[in-house]
T-cell receptor, first 111, second 114 residues
Framework: GDSVTQMEGPVTLSEEAFLTINCTYTATGYPSLFWYVQYPGEGLQLLLKATKADDKGSNKGFEATYRKETTSFHLEKGSVQVSDSAVYFC??????????FGTGTSLTVIP | NAGVTQTPKFRILKIGQSMTLQCTQDMNHNYMYWYRQDPGMGLKLIYYSVGAGITDKGEVPNGYNVSRSTTEDFPLRLELAAPSQTSVYFCASLPGFGGNQPQHFGDGTRLSIL
């Protein structure tokens, strides 16, 4: 069945460090891929998305590229800030409008 | 811009009690979903609906019921609360058209069963 496997955390980085959070997926057909961010006490918010192979989603300095050959959608940011501390979820949307989420990766950025 | 609104934000129940978690959206979205989020476990789908009058089970439906009498509202009912239902519950909605659309989430209901 369809699924998402996400790098486990927690991840702790110093401010201005480079961030990578790995995400791989299993799906039939051509899913859309998403990264969501969850701040403490809040719901999930869309961070970025990609809908077809080789698409690059980007927002707020974060990027992720839809790699069909490796079934991956890794999240990257060149220089993290304290305000980026949150939990990040990778997700896929099937053609049947079902969503599958990774287990989430907690990121803490220290000054 | 209300989006998806969930009430209550917090609740403590005793074992065996019942309650309804409310979810309403003002975006005229066809699809609505209920998830539970357990620590370190990601989101698990409880129930979903593709439109008014239509609901279907997700991955973990046991102990829950839903109804969808209007496009806007999608309440989740716990009939006999059990400690295993202690979790954070999220409601989400989706336009239902366009394969690149994300879900919109409410802020969650934090439920403890003691």
């Amino acid at each position: 069945g369809d699924s998402v496997t996400q790098m486990e955390g927690p991840v702790t980085l110093s401010e201005e460090a480079f961030l990578t959070i790995n995400c791989t997926y299993t799906a039939t057909g051509y899913p859309s891929l998403f990264w969501y961010v969850q701040y403490p006490g809040e719901g999930l918010q869309l961070l970025l998305k990609a809908t077809k192979a080789d698409d690059k989603g980007s927002n707020k300095g974060f990027e992720a590229t839809y790699r069909k050959e490796t079934t991956s959608f890794h999240l990257e940011k060149g220089s993290v800030q304290v305000s980026d501390s949150a939990v990040y979820f990778c997700a896929l949307r099937t053609t049947g409008n079902q969503f599958y989420f990774g287990t989430g990766t907690s990121l803490t950025v220290i000054p | 811009n209300a989006g998806v609104t969930q009430t209550p934000k917090f609740r403590i129940l005793k074992i065996g009690q019942s309650m309804t978690l409310q979810c309403t959206q003002d975006m005229n979205h066809n699809y609505m979903y209920w998830y539970r989020q357990d620590p370190g476990m990601g989101l698990k789908l409880i129930y979903y609906s593709v439109g008014a009058g239509i609901t279907d089970k997700g991955e973990v439906p046991n102990g829950y019921n839903v109804s969808r009498s209007t496009t806007e509202d999608f309440p989740l009912r716990l009939e006999l609360a059990a400690p295993s239902q202690t979790s954070v519950y999220f409601c989400a909605s989706l336009p239902g058209f366009g394969g690149n659309q994300p879900q919109h989430f409410g802020d969650g209901t934090r439920l403890s069963i003691l």
